[in-house]
Nanobody
Framework: QVQLVESGGGLVQAGGSLRLSCAAS????????MGWYRQAPGKQRESVAG???????NYAESVKGRFTISRDNAKNTVFLQMNSLKPEDTAVYYC?????????????WGQGTQVTVSS
């Protein structure tokens, strides 16, 4: 199985910054895409940002210009730099990765990390 471990969440004031990290492990052959999702209380999980193996990125309109996704392919790690945070960014943030490992294709999720932005 491919496991994803997230870190970097926490409590920050509005206007502040946080950097999330997510490391994938488990006999991985290749990772095609990695991304970040979030789920606020009472809301559905939504896509925040994604990045392909070639570095092509996409962002939700609500975070464009404030969040930056990047990845370190050598370390199977994806990052989310979050600047100018707003209270509406408060949510549990989940990492996702899909690709190929020793047994076959995978599509894995991290356990989630809480981000709380106070006003």
């Amino acid at each position: 199985q491919v496991q994803l471990v997230e870190s970097g969440g926490g409590l920050v004031q509005a206007g502040g910054s946080l950097r999330l990290s997510c490391a994938a492990s488990g006999n991985i052959l290749t990772i095609n895409s990695m991304g970040w999702y979030r789920q606020a209380p009472g809301k559905q999980r939504e896509s925040v940002a994604g990045i392909t193996g070639g570095g092509i990125t996409n962002y939700a309109e609500s975070v464009k210009g404030r969040f930056t996704i990047s990845r370190d392919n050598a370390k199977n790690t994806v990052f989310l730099q979050m600047n100018s945070l707003k209270p509406e960014d408060t949510a549990v943030y989940y990492c996702n990765a899909e690709g190929l490992y020793l047994v076959g294709p995978f599509n894995s999720w991290g356990q989630g990390t809480q981000v709380t932005v106070s006003s």
